[in-house]
């Protein structure tokens, strides 16, 4: 079988124009596992509500972090397509969840290569219903309907593999060389409390206390997204031996009155101003390519959260989003498998 590699990642309006944003915001809203209420619900407070008042303000704030070349989201995410391919010897297409790059076009390009072994690597180290599951879901019924005789793997969440929070660690230490801090913030994105139970595989032992997560060798974990945020934290705090005080874990980017993941990070940075911590870092592991969460909502919004309240010195610790060992770890992932699949051929 030949064989090929679909790197996925969230998606971005095509640009900066209200008219795109509505666009962009209608197709990720209205996705059942983003907004996971009835349709009727759902349609009424995408297209009755949110579609008529909010994309006007996204696009400001989209206005505020574009690039010359583009949505960062999508250059970064070509620069590391790029660094990949230059690795490996197989074609590496990538694609959208939403947006104009979608799915089908990225299996399409890959399909009219000869391809018909596909690795889905979706771009989020943490597993959620609203990020890797959409993915998944969407490519089986998109090959299902359109490449019946492509086969799709995946890699699953990789936030615990070593080489990963290696990786991830490195960056942070790089970042804040030589720069002195009291505080270090790991900020997530946030997805609301019900998606962590609907995907809770234990039949309801989860109590959204906090204490399964760490508990050790549960299945369940599989699919716990907050266990996984917990855990990365964890991980990467050991790995540059922080102490206990130091830093902490927070949730980012809720929508609507639903409870969602807690501690809020935009209450926390605020929190922590109060307290009087006057220099602190924010990191921002749930994603690997900076977006508007974290070049608007992070470093803009979040840093004059934290000078309202007295802060300092504000330190954002960019994504991996290109980085060249990032690269040769998805390109070392991609090897294995060609190898591993190649031998038992």
């Known amino acids: 079988m030949s064989k090929g590699v679909l790197l996925v990642n969230l998606g971005s309006p095509d640009s900066t124009d209200p008219k795109d944003v509505k666009k962009y915001l209608g197709e990720f809203l209205m996705d059942p596992r983003v907004i996971d209420v009835p ?31 583009g949505s960062p989201l999508i250059v970064l995410s070509e620069r590391l397509q790029k660094k990949v391919a230059d690795r490996t010897s197989i074609p590496i297409g990538l694609a959208m969840r939403y947006g104009s790059m979608n799915i089908k076009k990225g299996l399409q390009e890959l399909h009219d290569k000869g391809v018909n072994e596909v690795m889905i690597i979706p771009l ?15 490519a089986e019924k998109l090959q299902k309907e359109h490449f019946p005789n492509m086969k ?3 890699v699953p969440a990789f936030y615990n593999k070593s080489e990963y929070i290696e990786i991830l660690s490195k960056s942070i230490t790089e970042k804040l060389e030589g720069i002195e801090y009291e505080y270090l913030l790991f900020s997530y994105h946030g997805v609301p409390e019900r998606h962590i139970r609907k995907s809770d595989i234990s039949n309801g032992n989860c109590k959204m206390d906090g204490k399964c997560c760490f508990k050790k060798g549960s299945e369940q974990h599989k ?28 949730y980012q980017s809720r929508l609507g009155f639903d409870p969602w993941l807690k501690p809020y990070t935009d209450r926390t940075i605020e929190r922590m101003g109060k307290e009087g911590i006057k220099k602190m870092a924010i990191v921002t592991p749930a994603f690997v390519s900076d977006c508007l969460e974290t070049l608007e909502e992070i470093a803009m919004e979040g840093e004059e959260i934290f000078h309202e309240v007295g802060g300092k010195e504000f330190t954002t610790i960019p994504c991996l989003n290109d980085r060249d060992d990032w690269a040769d770890l998805l390109a070392n992932w991609v090897n294995e498998w060609v190898t591993v699949k190649t031998q038992t051929v």
């Open 124 to 138: 989020y180290p943490q597993f959620a219903m609203a990020t890797t599951e959409t993915i998944l879901v969407l």
């Open 39 to 69: 349709l009727w619900a759902r349609t009424l407070l995408v297209k009755g509500i949110i579609l008529n008042t909010r994309p006007k303000k996204s696009a400001e704030a989209y206005k505020k972090i574009w690039w010359d070349e």
């Open 152 to 154: 799709l793997v995946d």
């Open 223 to 250: 699919f716990c997204y907050r266990h996984q945020c917990e855990m990365t934290t964890v991980q990467v705090a050991k790995k540059l031996g922080l102490k206990n005080g130091t830093y902490s874990t927070s």
